[in-house]
């Protein structure tokens, strides 16, 4: 049975490829290698690395992807900005198709409900190609918002939750119990990067066990469950011999930090790895211990979850870091040895009752701490509190178009920001972001 995992474009009106690698289906796809004799097919539009030939960008995996204007669709018509597919120029993907045999099943994920119009793009392309496969679907958007991944996407099967056991079971009612191996081969991620991608991405937890308000950790994973240390030692070794970075796509990288991620971090630092989390970081964890595992182990890319200093929005949620704690954390990062320039902390905006004079409040704390400000622009998650007061207020419906969880398109369209607030939220950031960068470079 010869079997595609296909990851789609991005459709939006920017996209950054912030080491953005489709690790839900390389779990997916590795699974059915390990336990199927299937032949596995692979292609990701988004990988930098292959395809287009074309990896601009700085050299830690980080970079801009392709970028193709497209009509916009109706509900962005009011957005004052150009909308695009981001990924291979399609010349690229379609000679890429046609070295392919025709599939049996094509296995698609999703990464942001906000990018159908890509998911469908791509697998519309591929259908043409082979048109009698069996087409899936995973990933955040069936997940997330099950009715709308039907309605969007013309796919026989809309997968909802962790994909491999379901997967393995829709090949075996497919192709039968004899495409299964007797004994599974090891499960290798590795190879569904391209050789050349200088980037490892790295899971050692799935889920969280907080609850903020605007999240869908625990839609998407209802248990927090860890990776044994010695299992994710061995991952790091292994995939070392290829990479020197290595991105944690946790959500709860320090939950239970003495059981394993100051352990990991001790057990490769020497290795001269940099380790980078894009995710922000749940700052009442960072004390002195964690702040040295940090930085002996290579960090480069540090951001913290601060969000907001806003008490009411913290009360609503699980209340991730108070002023203090904030403080208290920077304080131990500086003293393990890493720069002001080196911290980044996340400011969330646009958030349902989130008023202009609370970001700024939030944004004279960063100041006063001398780190970077990252502002994070609200998307509204369906299936979380914060989604369903939007909705129960009127500005978003019952049964959203996922388009309208587009960040940009909240923030102009149902934030209640006026263009001025949020030229003038932007500008202060970038000078906060100047002024700590020119005070303190190294
Ligand atoms: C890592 C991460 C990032 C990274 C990398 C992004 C990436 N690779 O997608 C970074 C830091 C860059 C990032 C950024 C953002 N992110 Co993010 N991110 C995540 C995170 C924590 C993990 C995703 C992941 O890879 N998980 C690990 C894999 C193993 O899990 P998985 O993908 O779910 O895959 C499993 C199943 O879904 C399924 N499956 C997946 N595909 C398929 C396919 C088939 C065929 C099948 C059968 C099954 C299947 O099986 C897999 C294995 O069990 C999620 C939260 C979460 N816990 O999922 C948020 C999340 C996806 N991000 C979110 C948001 C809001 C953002 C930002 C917009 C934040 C902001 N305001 O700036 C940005 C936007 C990014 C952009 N480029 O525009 C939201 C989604 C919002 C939405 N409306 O869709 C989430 C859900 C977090 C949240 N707040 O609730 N993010
Ligand atoms: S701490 Fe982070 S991952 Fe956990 S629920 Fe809150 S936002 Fe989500």
């Known amino acids: 049975m010869n079997i595609l995992f296909l990851t789609p474009y991005i459709t939006d009106f920017s996209a950054y490829d912030l080491w953005l690698r489709p690790l839900g ?22 990988d930098r690395y292959a395809g287009s030939g074309s990896h601009s960008g700085s050299d830690d995996g ?20 150009h909308y695009a597919r981001y990924g291979w120029p399609l010349d690229v993907f379609e000679s ?11 296995c698609m994920t999703t990464l942001m409900t906000y990018w159908v119009d890509g998911a469908v793009f791509t697998l519309e392309a591929v259908r043409r190609h082979s048109p009698r496969a069996v087409t899936a679907v995973g990933g955040i958007l069936p997940t997330l918002m ?43 991620l590795e190879e569904f990067l391209s050789p050349a991608d200088p980037a490892y991405p790295l899971l050692t937890s799935r889920g969280c066990p907080m609850r903020c308000s605007y999240c869908a950790s625990r839609l998407l994973n209802p248990e927090f469950s860890q990776r044994p240390v010695n299992e994710i030692v061995t991952e790091i070794c292994t ?20 059981k394993r991620f100051i352990p990991v971090a001790r057990a490769v630092s020497g290795m001269n790895l940099r380790l980078h989390t894009p995710n922000g970081l749940h700052v009442r964890e960072i004390n002195a211990a964690t702040a040295q595992a940090l930085h002996e182990a290579g960090t480069r890319t540090l951001r913290l979850s601060l969000e907001t200093t806003a008490s009411d929005i913290h009360d609503r949620g699980g209340g991730k870091a108070d002023t203090d704690t904030m403080r208290r954390a920077v304080d131990h990062l500086l003293e393990a040895g890493f720069y002001p320039a080196n911290l980044e902390t996340y400011v969330l905006w646009g958030l349902p009752g989130q ?61 209640g920001y006026s263009d001025d607030d ?21």
């Open 25 to 46: 289906l390389m779990q997916v796809a590795a699974a059915v290698k390990s336990r199927t004799n299937c032949r596995v097919f692979w292609i990701n539009p988004l």
């Open 62 to 81: 980080c970079g801009h992807f392709h970028r193709t204007v497209i009509a916009k669709p109706e509900c962005f018509k009011p957005v004052p900005r």
């Open 96 to 106: 890429r198709l046609q070295t392919l045999p025709p599939m049996d099943l094509i």
């Open 146 to 188: 099950p009715a709308a991944s039907r309605r969007e996407i013309r796919a026989d099967h809309h997968i909802f939750g962790a994909g491999e056991n379901q997967l393995l079971d829709l090949i075996q009612r497919i192709g039968g119990r004899e495409l299964f191996k007797t004994r599974p081969s090891p499960i290798r």
């Open 239 to 258: 995939a070392s011999r290829l990479r020197r970075h290595f991105v944690f796509f946790d959500d709860a990288l320090l939950i239970d930090k003495e």
């Open 355 to 415: 008023s202009i004079a609370s970001v700024h409040a939030t944004l004279d704390f960063v100041e006063n701490l001398r780190i970077i400000p990252r502002l994070a622009d609200y998307s509204p998650v369906p299936g979380t509190p914060d989604c369903r007061r939007l909705q129960s207020s009127g500005r978003l419906g019952r049964s959203p178009d996922p388009r309208r969880t587009n960040k940009l398109y909240h923030l102009l369209q149902t934030s």
């Open 422 to 442: 949020i030229k003038t939220v932007r500008a202060r950031c970038r000078d906060i972001v100047f002024r700590v960068r020119n005070c303190h470079s190294h």
